[in-house]
């Protein structure tokens, strides 16, 4: 563009300058094709805004006309104001000079103060004059001449402060001194929205990370983003592994629902057939997609960008393998405008409620709201990724898939020509008797070298594995299932835990060939540094391959290491729900279908004596002490044994037949509702028993009669499921929500939310309110459906809240049978004194997160049975897993007091905190903990002092100020008359030896003199009867008077007669 048609554009904008052309001229004067004689120019104008300028003015004009003058000022906030303006008559004749004062606004001129609050920050100011004719309109387009000149704008803390002629009072001018210095920082905006920072295991199942966008807070960007609605210019990049094609017609990569449940702009989905599809939203929210021919590589990092420029949608697929990059792109132009509302509704990564996600790993995945950035032209492997080496890990593993699916088919051949394969023996002795000549021997198989002494045990089960099952019979799981039997046995060998560093090779090669288990138990190893060096990367590593296959332990550890973080890993609600999400459907899918591989979670914490001692088994004497009160027709005894051989509780197998028995003996025995109702529903559902509906019903009626409020909702699901009869089933289940039932509002809030209510619409948020209800009555399903909403939210109803949503998963998550399992076997080791099995049992189930199981493993290094554990690991062990387990939200006290005494205790690990152990000791005083308060005392005597806000807390506010013996003795008096027996002794000897300590600093000589005299006394006292003992003569009149008496009848004290 030319200056001359730069200027125009400027000149005729009117009111409507852009801001950044109004920095590109500095003065313009005069007008092309109009006569010299009209003129107007500035004689030496401002160069930067001041108060006060006088402005001369020259000009002349032909005829009679006018000219205005006025300053433009351009913001931020869009088109160019005016601030000052001036015009005056022109007559024909020679030129004048006319001199004014320009006064400009004090908020462009001077720095904020207490008298101008704000300083405006200008992005250009322009001075400009013009000359119209007297009739004709002031339009700038008419102007007969005109001239324009530029003022430097200066920032808002580099300008002059106002010397003011007022005084101001006192307070004003002491609170400006105090923030006239501060520099305002405007709140960071979202201008770019990481989706995921780390890598998310995607098990191509309905789940996945949840991310919602909200408005800039910054008017000027808020106002770009509403005008850019239907021109977006935009760019999404995530980068993607593949570990298996898609499945369905489509699964999602990356979509935007809104927030009427509609697909969005933008919608990302990958194929059957590995290409993808890429969908948005018209003008009218109509949709329209185009395909990419190029199809996404398996096994490989690649980079998918999805950049929107208006109409057109570029695509850009760039794969990195082995440090080769490939890369291809596609453009597509729509006819209609695209429409992007990113504060609409919300974007997931991955899988949702209405398409199935994609199976392999996400990488670091951004949206840049503001700007297609072309800085991605440059493909980098994040190194996140670099650090996991997710490829390594495949490649290795197919090298070593390929070498046993050589061995075995090479074995397999070797078996159908001879039979048997020759052993070395066998080979030797052929050559020897001249049955096989040299020429006629061929040259070894690569199967037939001797194995490595990494690779001998896998080869070894492969041979077993076909002598045993024949050829054909061996798949590459099994021999991963064996090996991972054989080294879990390995480990709980008593005293080879330590040891575990011979196994890891086993445990990974058992991984590669498809067991979840052993990735989980390498990475808890790899994690814990349990008989290998810590290496965190590959825990990492193998824990996100154990939950992209589904792992529940390993899902498990995930959602809870992106709840509350690592180092060099922040806390994640939206991806700890993704992983929370996937094992809560699985643990409603559980509780449905129980088995023995199940147990009940149950919460048990080693110091608990009494809880320990109710632990039994088949063969103990608290169940055969239930069969006999059960045979004796008590009803509790047998609801009881059905419950524990159900659920597989207190350390009992589950037993569904004969939990199933139990059930029936109560029920038709003993007519009692609570059996009744059990028996009913395994008759239901077929579980234990052959499934009979209608004798099922009649159980139910019966307990129904008796107001047993879980037969009431049970009938209305037989009513709902097998009758379909709707208006009879809501009658039961709101009799039975009004008894509490947390079953029966979960079911409601379904019928609500699916339109299914009779006679009522669809209602989002009375399903919630039910949701709510069933949640907080603690059912797994209400739980699941309240987080679902809470992640989400309903607009204009129900705002998001992510944290509680992670929360109550986590909750639900926490029930699973699988987990249950592994707490049974760790404390049935326990109970066995099987240290070893114990150790890696209990390091398992700590590592998935539950609390309690964390507080096992730290009581059990802490206790080190056995003697199995250095006092390296011992240390590190309780400060790991005291800390995670006090990070809940109803911690152990126990727990509390170990972190405050390690926090307190100077260590190479850390420095003493006063401050942390002082909360923790009084986080386990508030939970009615007396060792809580003996410890603050013992922090008080050792010369520490308490923060106000411990006190304040403790509601001890009449001790704040005062002094640390009037504290000391509040404290140990606080755990005096706590009413514990066991902490009566030592509290009240520590009251006492404060006391005594006190008493003896504050009058320590006047008790020196005091002792000093009372010895003397009795010393003195000691000798003078000791002398009228030996003074005594034969003959003496005193020697005839009554033993014990003086002569005035006074005790002496001998009791004795004198020979």
Not at 281 to 304: K, L, S
Not at 327 to 351: A, C, K, M, W
């Amino acid at each position: 563009m030319s200056a001359p048609q730069l200027y125009t554009m400027l000149w005729t904008g009117g009111y409507s300058v852009p801001p950044l052309f109004c920095f590109l001229l500095t003065a313009v004067g005069g007008s092309a094709g109009r006569p010299a004689s009209d003129h107007v120019s500035f004689v030496s104008p401002p160069e930067e805004p001041v108060s006060s300028h006088p402005l001369r003015v020259r000009y002349c004009c032909s005829e009679p006309a006018v000219v205005h003058l006025e300053v433009l000022v351009s913001s931020d906030a869009g088109a160019a104001s005016p601030v000052f303006r001036r015009h005056w008559n022109c007559e024909p004749g020679p030129p004048r000079i006319r001199l004014l004062t320009l006064q400009l606004p004090d908020l462009l001129v001077y720095r904020a103060d207490w008298n101008i609050l704000r300083s405006e920050w200008v992005l250009g100011i322009m001075l400009r004059a013009w000359v119209v004719a007297a009739e004709s309109p002031n339009d700038p387009q008419n102007a007969l001449a005109h001239v324009l000149v530029q003022l430097e704008p200066v920032p808002p803390f580099s300008r002059p402060l106002k010397q003011h002629q007022l005084c101001p009072r006192w307070d004003t001018d002491l609170l400006w001194r105090i923030r006239r210095d501060t520099i305002p920082r405007c709140p960071e905006e979202q201008e770019v929205a990481h989706f995921l920072s780390f890598l998310f295991a995607s098990t191509g199942e309905n789940f996945g990370i949840t991310r919602t966008l909200h408005r800039y807070s910054n008017e000027v960007l808020e106002h770009n983003r509403l005008k850019a609605l239907f021109f977006p210019w935009c760019l999404f990049s995530t980068w993607l592994y593949l570990t298996q094609p898609c499945k369905q017609h489509l699964c999602g990569i990356l979509h935007h629902i809104d927030s009427q449940n509609n697909y969005a702009t933008p919608a990302v989905f990958l194929t059957n057939s590995g290409h993808l599809h890429i969908q948005v939203a018209g003008e009218h929210r109509e949709p329209a997609a185009f395909m990419v021919n190029y199809p996404v590589h398996m096994g490989t990092w690649c980079r998918i960008s999805v950049a929107i420029r208006g109409r057109e949608v570029s695509v850009t697929v760039a794969c990195v393998d082995d440090e080769v990059e490939t890369t291809h792109s596609v453009e597509h132009r729509f006819r209609d405008p695209v429409l992007l509302d990113d504060t609409d509704g919300y974007f997931i990564l991955g899988g949702s409620p209405y398409v199935s996600g994609v199976a392999g790993f996400y990488g670091p995945s951004v949206y840049y709201r503001r700007r297609a950035t072309s800085s991605l032209n440059e493909v980098s492997v994040p190194e996140v990724i670099r650090e996991v080496n997710l490829t390594g890990w495949f490649k290795s593993c197919q090298q070593f898939q390929a070498e046993l699916r050589g061995s075995v088919a090479e074995y397999t051949l070797k078996v159908q020509q001879n039979g048997q394969p020759d052993s070395p023996l066998d080979m030797y002795r052929n050559w020897a008797s001249g049955k096989d000549s040299l020429a006629a021997v061929s040259q070894c198989k690569l199967w037939e070298a001797p194995p490595t002494s990494q690779r001998r045990q896998a080869i070894r089960l492969v041979q077993a594995l076909l002598n045993k099952h024949g050829p054909g019979g061996v798949k590459l799981t099994s021999v991963g299932k064996a090996l991972y039997s054989s080294s879990l046995c390995r480990l709980s060998k008593e005293g080879s835990a330590l040891g575990s560093g011979k196994v890891m090779t086993h445990l990974l090669q058992a991984g590669c060939l498809g067991d979840r288990r052993a990735l989980y138990l390498s990475s808890v190893l790899y994690n814990a540094g349990l008989g290998v060096k810590r290496q965190r990367s590959k825990a990492r590593l193998l824990c996100l391959l154990a939950a992209q296959r589904d792992w529940r332990l390993a899902l498990l550890h995930l959602g809870h290491l992106h709840h509350v973080g690592e180092e060099g890993i922040p806390p994640d609600p939206g991806l700890a729900y993704a992983y929370y999400s996937n094992i809560a459907a699985q643990t409603s899918s559980d509780k449905q279908n129980p088995s023995s591989q199940q147990k009940y979670v149950e919460v048990i914490y080693l110091n608990d004596e009494e809880t320990l001692k109710v632990q039994t088994n088949e063969n103990d004497d608290l169940f055969l002490w239930l069969k006999l009160q059960a045979r004796r027709g008590v009803a509790e005894a047998e609801q009881a044994l059905g419950r524990m051989l159900f659920w597989g509780q207190q350390g009992v197998s589950a037993d569904l037949q004969t939990a199933a028995k139990h059930y029936e003996r109560g029920a038709v025995n003993l007519e009692d509702p609570v059996s009744m109702y059990d028996y009913a529903i395994v008759l239901l559902k077929g579980q234990g028993v052959k499934q009979d509906i209608p004798k099922a019903v009649v159980f139910l009626k019966k307990a129904a009669d008796r107001n047993f409020v879980p037969a009431i909702n049970a009938l209305g699901w037989y009513y709902e499921r097998y009758e379909q009869d709707y208006v009879q089933a809501v009658k039961l289940w709101e009799q039975a929500d009004a008894l509490g039932s947390a079953e029966a509002a979960v079911n409601l809030g379904v019928l609500y939310a699916q339109g299914l209510y009779p006679g009522k619409p669809a209602d989002r948020f009375t399903a919630y309110t039910y949701y709510l209800k069933s949640a907080q009555r603690r059912h797994i399903d209400g739980a699941i459906h309240l987080a679902d909403v809470w992640i989400r939210g309903i607009p204009g109803q129900v705002n998001r809240l992510p944290l509680d949503a992670v929360l109550w998963v986590k909750w639900v998550s926490e029930q699973n049978g699988f987990l249950g399992a592994v707490l049974r076997k760790a404390m049935d080791a326990y109970l066995h004194q099987d240290w070893s099995k114990a150790l890696v049992w209990f390091l398992m189930a700590a590592e998935s997160g539950f609390a309690s199981a964390q507080f096992n493993m730290a009581y059990f290094c802490e206790q080190n049975p056995g003697r199995l554990l250095d006092d390296a690991f011992i240390t590190e062990c309780m400060w790991r897993y005291y800390n995670l387990s006090i990070q809940t939200q109803d911690p152990s006290p126990y727990a509390l007091l170990k972190m405050g005494d390690l926090v307190y205790g100077a260590s190479e690990r850390k420095r003493r905190d006063v401050t942390m152990a002082a909360h923790l000791y009084k986080q386990a005083a508030i939970r009615n903990d007396p060792q809580g308060w003996y410890s603050l005392g013992l922090l008080v005597q050792q010369g520490e002092v308490l923060p106000w806000s411990v006190l304040g807390e403790l509601g001890l506010w009449e001790l704040l100020g005062a002094d640390n013996y009037t504290v000391l003795c509040s404290l140990f008096r606080r755990c005096r008359d706590h009413g514990d027996l066991e902490a009566y002794l030592p509290c009240s000897l520590a009251l006492f030896y404060a006391q005594l300590q006190s008493a003896w600093s504050l009058h320590g000589r006047t008790l020196t003199l005091f002792g000093a005299v009372s010895t003397a006394a009795a010393s003195l006292l000691v000798l003078l009867c000791h002398l009228g003992r030996t003074n005594g003569r034969p003959g003496d009149p005193t020697m005839n008077q009554d033993p014990g008496e003086d002569e005035d009848g006074l005790y002496l004290g001998t009791g004795e007669k004198t020979p």
